[in-house]
């Protein structure tokens, strides 16, 4: 059996051009206005919060809202970009500004809040940021020595507290998170800042993700970086329900990063049945970096490293125990959201947004999406597709699998450029490297820019699942996975019905468009992963946020429900924010709420629905 036979392709899935009617044909072209992407108002993130709403206000309602929609739709995002005459240069640097919609007997209000973080209070003290961000280098303070600045490396409360990304429920309470250990209490009805929670403080992590999960139990868990003797490992950290949820936090699971000095990017992970399931992607904080920029005041994304040649590794880890069960190997890609995860028929499967590299960060940054209309590659950099990997349990699949059969198709998304594979050494953690093992294939034919490899005859898929098109090869020193897409459009802020199936067999997801370049960039789109089908809401220059589903009082299937997302227009319009509600079942509009506002509205990024407990 050829090694390189089990090379997935990541690579060629993101490498060559397709003919698909959604996207715009005039997406690469410069229009009358020299536009590429005439269709997208990038403004909508660039925009910043001059002025509170504190008091909630009403707004116009049209359609109609159901009765039985009862809650607070709470958001969190990017506020603001500048402190006092500087201005931030990524997006995840601005500081964090909450909203809430409050739907109550059909009628909906609105109101907004700045989170009260360390990192806001010494920033607007001193009118200049003083504190360092992902892509924002703080002014120098000219009493820090480097001793001082060298002191800090080691203590947990010298970062940015700026939880800009996400809200999630502790038991009864609400708490925003970032990468940081730093999570800030909210009041879900005034949106007051009432507290600051240091993981580090129970645990000893020095990050966590920005997305944790709830189990039915209301126990939460999340994955965190701790620094042993044998150098930096991923933990599994349980916070049981109760009243001391983060005094009883303990860690379950542990699991070493595969290179000492570069712990892998995690901005989330998954769980199912009976695993924890770590997406190891080869983007990594370089401790040394990290150790430089803390002395020579650089910004925190000079720390990243892709290594564009090593394999994204898939870990199991059994929640029983805490033990690794098997780990699985693909070609590199990046992402930031797992879909989910669940077990079926002695696989795994794991639905991710996949982009081939990095670089939709770079993309993020302020002088990229101000300039964004002058760039031709900025829609392919951004390019990415949502996509499923089945990785089979245990030994049974070695006999009984489907052979694979002669000339492996070769699945493609938009024109990215493909790279030749090389012959490497072994990583630092004696992971045999996939464009390795490449360069010993046999059969492999080139046509174009599409390269395409046959299996020997002997090869195995191990992938017994019906109606699955991934695949599952075992290697001399791994099994490999190539996955299956989804769906044809790019997708973000994926979201399910989370509270029946997380973790568990799903039928739909919900997302916003993430392709710049199509014939509306504010699409919301739900995925249909067992017939590969899609429905879309779009409306000219409106853009909606992450898609949350609220199932009806006794949902009779996955998708009897509502869709909230929070919306914004393109343009001079900027003091417009809106909820739209959408029948889940079919993506058409049930009802919305329009608000004008004083004062410019940002467009946001992951909330949570609080639900009325009277």
């Not at 500087?86 to 909906?108: E, K, N, Q, Y």
């Not at 990594?284 to 040649?309: F, G, P, R």
């Not at 125990?321 to 077990?343: D, M, P, R």
């Amino acid at each position: 059996m050829a090694t390189g036979a089990f090379k997935s392709f990541i690579r060629d899935f993101f490498a060559a051009k397709y003919d698909d009617k959604r996207l715009d044909p005039k997406a690469e072209k410069l229009d009358g206005n020299g536009r590429y992407y005439p269709n997208c108002k990038s403004d909508v993130w660039l925009r910043s919060c001059e002025r509170e709403i504190v008091d909630p206000i009403e707004g116009h309602l049209s359609g109609h809202i159901p009765k039985w929609l009862n809650g607070s739709l709470l958001r969190n995002g990017p506020g603001s970009w500048k402190v006092g005459d500087m201005t931030f240069g990524h997006l995840f640097d601005c500081s964090a500004l909450l909203h809430r919609f409050a739907i109550r007997d059909g009628r909906v209000t609105y109101q907004n809040r700045f989170v009260d973080t360390e990192t806001l209070r010494k920033n607007r003290a001193a009118q200049r940021i003083v504190v360092t961000e992902f892509g924002t280098a703080s002014v120098p303070d000219p009493c820090h020595t480097i001793f001082d600045k060298f002191a800090a490396i080691f203590r947990a409360d010298s970062g940015t507290d700026n939880s800009m990304i996400s809200i999630y429920p502790f038991g009864d309470e609400y708490y925003t998170f970032t990468e940081t250990p730093f999570m800030h209490r909210i009041n879900p009805c005034t949106l007051a800042t009432e507290g600051r929670i240091c993981t580090t403080d129970f645990v000893g992590v020095i990050n966590h993700t920005s997305h944790p999960h709830i189990v039915p139990s209301g126990t939460v868990y999340n994955l965190g970086t701790t620094m042993t003797k044998s150098g930096p490992a991923y933990t599994i950290i349980c916070f049981p329900n109760g009243h001391q949820m983060f005094e009883d936090a303990h860690v379950v699971a542990t699991l070493p990063c595969r290179w000492k000095l570069h712990p892998g990017y995690m901005h989330t992970f998954g769980l199912t049945d009976h695993y924890f399931v770590i997406v190891e992607q080869p983007l990594s904080v370089s401790l040394t970096e990290y150790i430089k920029s803390q002395l020579y005041n650089q910004n925190l994304s000079a720390c990243l490293k892709w290594y564009e040649d090593k394999p994204t590794l898939f870990h199991l880890i059994e929640r029983s125990t805490g033990k690794l069960v098997q780990s699985y190997e693909s070609e590199a890609f990046f992402y930031l959201h797992i879909i989910n995860c669940f077990e079926q028929d002695e696989h795994v499967i794991v639905d991710i947004c996949c982009y081939k590299n990095p670089e939709m960060i770079n993309c993020m940054y302020l002088e990229a999406i101000a300039n964004m209309q002058t760039n031709a590659n900025y829609a392919k950099l951004f390019r990415g597709r949502p996509l499923r990997f089945v990785l089979p349990l245990g030994g049974q699949a070695m006999t009984s699998g489907k052979r694979a059969k002669g000339l492996v198709k070769s699945f493609s998304l938009v024109g990215l450029g493909t790279a030749q594979p090389t012959r490497l050494k072994h990583s630092v953690s004696e992971f045999v490297d996939i464009s390795y093992l490449a360069t010993n294939a046999t059969n492999v034919e080139k046509t174009g820019e599409t390269k395409r490899m046959r299996y020997d005859e002997d090869s195995i898929n191990l992938v017994t699942l019906k109606h699955s098109q991934a695949e599952a090869y075992q290697g001399t020193n791994a099994i490999y996975l190539r996955p299956e897409m989804l769906c044809d459009w790019g997708c973000e802020t994926p979201r399910i019905y989370y509270e029946r199936h997380m973790g568990k067999n799903y039928r739909y997801f919900y997302a916003i468009s993430s392709d710049v370049d199509a014939e509306n960039p504010g699409t919301l789109i739900k995925v249909d992963v067992w017939k590969k089908t899609t429905l879309t809401w779009c409306e000219r220059n409106v853009y909606p946020s992450e898609p949350i589903f609220v199932p009806s009082p006794e949902p009779q299937s996955e998708d009897d429900g509502v869709i909230l997302a929070s919306m914004v227009v393109g343009g001079l319009n900027d003091r417009y924010v809106g909820l739209i509600v959408l029948c889940a079942k079919t993506m058409t509009e049930l009802g919305r709420c329009d608000f004008h506002t004083n004062g410019p509205v940002p467009k946001c990024l992951h909330g949570w629905f609080a639900p009325y407990t009277a």
